[in-house]
């Protein structure tokens, strides 16, 4: 997610700093500021994250569809400290969940930041659908199981009490916060087996975790196996670049998506691009895209925790304006189907085609703008999930969920924009693809 100051690109000419090449050009024909509008047909409540609001900060969503009655499906939503929040189909709260409290006063408290889902996981006391989420406070995942029928609530922790930490070694490490970050879940057909994948926090490091039942019905994991992707890049100029952050970050992972048809996890390394590769994580990493600011140099200011961008030389994408965020797929009955991702720099959404043979090619993109003055469209969207398939009466042609960033806030006259307000806005797939063609 963009943090609270507003990053440009930095050239780094560190000696011994991983480069790597480009590893697939970027397409043309940017659409610019032609692209469709689509409104949304709903609202979550909004979320403040300050004292009162909870701490709550919206940030990725995950539909559940439910198989006996689809018009009763789910929508799962991170709320950071907030912890996580269940909707119903006309975006009303149906269940919220806390995130976990510190280990002491002073260490970090539970951070939810991801989302995904995995269909008829293995347990000691059956098969399951269950949510997967990355906690970032404790570094862990949490593990929850969906039964509809439940009383209280739908959802219920069978987290392992025993997980360990995802990447770090000690509570001290934890509380540094470089800790498991963006999340996408993987069932591999050849084995049955359940992953996730997580990213970690201001480091380019993912995890392939191991989802396994415990003989107490819990569900714990193992870290299989981990891969880099670059921090810094070989341009046709023949120097070195990296993005600029504060000293010591890294640029980070977080929108993350796996292809079923294909394996393939795409991953968006947030001010560099959208990287395609196995989701074994056994084979080089391809660039499918990049933002618009790949290349451009800058200085950072520790003042104002800011970057003064330099004059841009020209190669970066032409879709993309960084963040990359809020990869979700897109998928037809027949193996065709889109890669929707969150251009969060200029409030667009991209759309580029799953055929992995032809490159991903660039296939249009969209804005979610106000319906009304009540309710408004997506801004620097962090977070999405698309399901293709119908959802009862109320969304028969699929649906669309996005973050917004910037929540219009239900507050008195002149008080509009004094509390930080996000939520999640629901969108009609019909009218999506009735404005792009999809």
């Known amino acids: 997610m963009r943090s609270h100051r507003r990053l440009f690109p930095t050239v780094a000419l560190t000696a011994g700093a991983a480069v790597f090449a480009l590893l697939a050009p970027t397409q043309a024909g940017a659409d610019g500021g032609n692209l469709p509008t689509v409104t949304p047909v709903g609202e979550t409540p909004a979320l403040y994250d300050d004292e009162a609001g909870g701490n709550s900060d919206a940030d990725d969503p995950a539909i559940w569809r439910n198989p006996d009655e689809p018009g009763r499906s789910l929508v799962l939503a991170t709320a950071k400290e907030g912890g996580l929040r269940v909707y119903d189909l006309g975006a009303r709260l149906v269940q919220s969940l806390p995130a976990p409290s510190p280990p002491a006063e002073e260490d970090a408290p539970g951070r939810f930041n991801n989302v995904d889902l995995v269909t008829g996981l293995r347990t000691a006391t059956g098969r399951a659908d269950v949510a997967v989420v990355s906690d970032r406070g404790n570094d862990r995942l949490r593990i929850y199981r969906i039964d509809p029928r439940r009383p209280g609530g739908p959802l219920t922790d069978i987290t392992d009490p025993a997980a360990a930490p995802v990447f770090s070694r000690d509570q001290g490490e934890i509380n540094e916060q470089r800790t498991a970050y963006g999340l996408a879940t993987w069932q591999d057909k050849t084995t049955g087996r359940s992953y996730a994948l997580v990213s970690r926090r201001e480091r380019t490091r993912l995890a392939l975790v191991e989802l396994q039942p415990t003989a107490n019905g819990t569900v714990t994991y193992h870290k299989v196996r981990t891969l880099d992707l670059p921090s810094s890049f070989r341009l046709p100029n023949g120097t070195t670049w990296s993005p600029c952050a504060e000293p010591g970050e890294l640029p980070q992972i ?30 080089r990493p391809a660039l499918v895209d990049k933002v618009r600011q790949y290349g451009v140099p800058g200085v950072y200011d520790e003042a104002t925790e800011e970057c003064t961008a330099g004059a841009d030389p020209g190669y970066g994408g032409e879709r993309l304006s960084a963040d990359v965020e809020g990869l979700t797929l897109f998928q ?107």
């Open 254 to 283: 977080e929108g993350m998506v796996v292809d079923p048809a294909t394996g393939m996890l795409y991953a968006g390394q947030e001010d560099v691009g959208i990287w395609r590769m196995r989701a074994d994580l056994t084979a």
């Open 332 to 438: 037809e009955p027949d193996g065709d189907g889109y890669l929707f991702a969150s251009s969060q720099g200029d409030d667009t959404f991209a759309l580029y085609d799953r055929e992995v043979s032809e490159g991903n090619e660039y296939e249009g993109g969209f804005r979610v703008g106000a319906a009304s003055t009540t309710l408004d469209g997506a801004e620097e969207c962090d977070g999405a999930a698309v399901l293709n398939a119908p959802l009862g009466s109320r969304f028969p042609n699929g649906l669309l969920v996005v973050q917004d960033g910037h929540e219009t806030p239900d507050l008195p006259p002149g008080e509009a924009g004094a509390r930080p307000a996000t939520g999640f806005k629901f969108v009609d797939l019909g009218d999506v693809a009735d404005a792009t063609d999809l």
